[in-house]
């Protein structure tokens, strides 16, 4: 009998590493403090209205994707689905027509071509960067290499192609567009500024380029970004039948408070049922924590090796968000509106803190509102740690403040009044840390700069034999792609060291 393995977390990383492991024949217990699965990838419902909580779009649909793989190897459908295209419509200050990031690479060329003159040779070197990355990764690589088997993996994934990115391991965005004379361009640096800020967490002056390239490039076919029919809660409801199939078990509302340790053995976990107040340990051979970095340190205290905890305190603030979510009549949404927009409506402000909105519009019969109705998502990178401050009258204030600053914004685009607004409420970083758990209510992983990204970011193993991390605090980063990449190396390392 292969071991038992308990998964802290039941995001799409860990539902996926959980299926996976008992398809693999192993036993498996997944835990969760949320009422229901999916994590940042859940929905909640309001009025007939089913809102994502956090993401709204997938990759790796396609033939051959990450999500299309794990689900052909767990035998079960994947979810119905449409093409987002454009993947994204992007409205720069005072401007009224869109640059749209179509699906078609014809189109997208034509597009960039015309916005953006002068820049070809920006893109034709992104181009080639990702497909070179892309074949990589493809390869099944792990990144970081941890040991030696490991490092065979990362070595078995080099060809001569992959060799051309080795001259840009080390450049951001910000150092090529200086190199391509570009750097002042300011419509396409702010575009490329918003894009980045959506997948990298930071902006072209911190962005490493290989991470871009692939960043940047995945929204064309054969590749594309999907919406799913019903909604995020879909991709979650998938694995969690996956997982029950296979004779894995999910407990919600538990939260695993430590991971328990003996000298440098991980011995089990220590869990609080959250509707009876019982605690208890759960032994375990293998834990796998779909966590963020800082949630690791917190689980492991004491136990974590002192420069690993050292390098989590070390990185930069992470984000948190803003996010409103309105239920209106499908009168307020612009004939042609497409699914996701992106805003910025002021050169001089930050991205972020509702002077740019990433905003996805549900369509009709997608599943997301009633015959007649839609819904509007608009969210907005802000500083987590300011909610943290101050007074709960302080917290109320700065929250109705941001409703609405993001109500006026908008009411630009879309005709946003009390009699077209049926339903309305905001979550900020507090919402999340309360509902996902995660330090802070953070969002969207580690910041891809040079010194966190890929061959140089936290590793699937941790210090701790039989500890593993998934999630977006790992290779190849955030998104429902992301993370289930990160738990598919996570199982194929189990797997390795039961045969050994």
């Known amino acids: 009998m292969k071991s038992q393995v308990v998964v802290i977390g039941a995001g799409i990383g860990g539902l996926t590493a959980g299926a996976l492991l008992a398809r693999r024949g192993y036993q498996v217990l997944v835990l969760d403090q949320a009422t229901v699965p999916g994590g940042c990838a859940s929905t909640f419902r309001r009025r007939g209205f089913t809102f994502d909580v956090g993401a709204t779009q997938v990759a790796g649909l396609e033939t051959g994707g990450i ?4 689900f052909e190897e767990l035998a079960i459908d994947l979810p119905e689905a449409t093409n987002c295209d454009p993947a994204c419509a992007v409205f720069l200050p005072g401007e009224t027509a869109p640059i749209s990031v179509w699906r ?17 040779p920006l893109w034709q070197l992104m181009g080639m960067l ?18 030696w088997w490991d490092l065979w993996q990362l070595a078995s994934a080099v060809r001569l192609d992959t060799l ?37 967490q930071v902006d072209v002056d911190e962005t490493a380029l290989l991470y871009a390239a692939t960043a940047l490039g995945v929204s064309q076919e054969p590749q594309g970004l999907f919406h799913l029919k019903g909604s995020m809660q879909v991709l979650s409801d998938r694995l969690v039948e996956a997982l029950a199939k296979y004779g894995g078990k999910l407990l919600m509302r538990h939260k695993v408070e430590q991971v328990e340790t003996s000298g440098h053995n991980i011995t089990g976990v220590r869990i609080r049922n959250q509707k009876t107040g019982e605690v208890w ?5 293998e834990v796998v924590a779909n966590v963020t970095v800082q949630n690791l340190v917190q689980l492991l205290g004491d136990a974590l090796p002192k420069n690993y905890r050292h390098r989590v305190e070390q990185l930069p603030a992470a984000s948190g968000a803003f996010v409103i979510y309105l239920g209106v009549e499908e009168t307020a949404i612009p004939d042609g509106c497409p699914p996701h927009l992106q805003f910025l409506y002021d050169y001089s402000g930050p ?72 339903h309305q409420e905001a979550a900020t970083p507090r919402t999340f840390a309360y509902y996902t758990g995660r330090d802070q209510g953070i969002v969207g992983g580690i910041g891809q700069r040079i010194p966190t990204f890929g061959p140089f970011g936290f590793a699937t193993r941790t210090p701790l034999k039989h500890l593993w991390l998934v999630g977006d605090s790992t290779h190849p980063g955030e998104g429902t792609a992301g993370v289930s990449y990160s738990a598919f190396t996570t199982v194929r390392q189990i797997e390795v060291m039961s045969n050994e």
């Open 67 to 70: 999500h299309q793989r794990i």
């Open 104 to 120: 078609n690479p014809e189109k997208w060329i034509a597009e960039r071509q015309r916005q953006f003159p002068g820049s070809e």
């Open 130 to 147: 990702f497909a070179a990355s892309w074949q990589f990764q493809s390869r099944d690589p792990v990144l970081p290499p941890r040991n």
């Open 164 to 200: 051309i990115t080795a001259p840009f391991t080390l450049m951001t965005v910000g150092d090529v567009l200086r190199g391509l004379g570009l750097y002042n361009h300011q419509r396409l640096k702010t575009f490329l500024d918003l894009q980045l800020k959506l997948y990298s």
């Open 281 to 285: 340990t759960q032994p375990a051979e």
């Open 351 to 422: 991205i972020g803190e509702n002077n740019s909105l990433f905003v996805s519009v549900s369509q009709p019969g997608d599943g997301r509102a009633p015959l007649g109705k839609a819904t509007i998502i608009a969210s907005s990178f802000t500083n987590a740690s300011r909610w943290w401050q101050g007074s709960q009258e302080d917290y109320h204030r700065l929250k109705e403040q941001y409703t609405k600053e993001a109500i006026a914004r908008l009411s630009q685009y879309f005709d946003l009044k009390p009699e077209t607004i049926i």
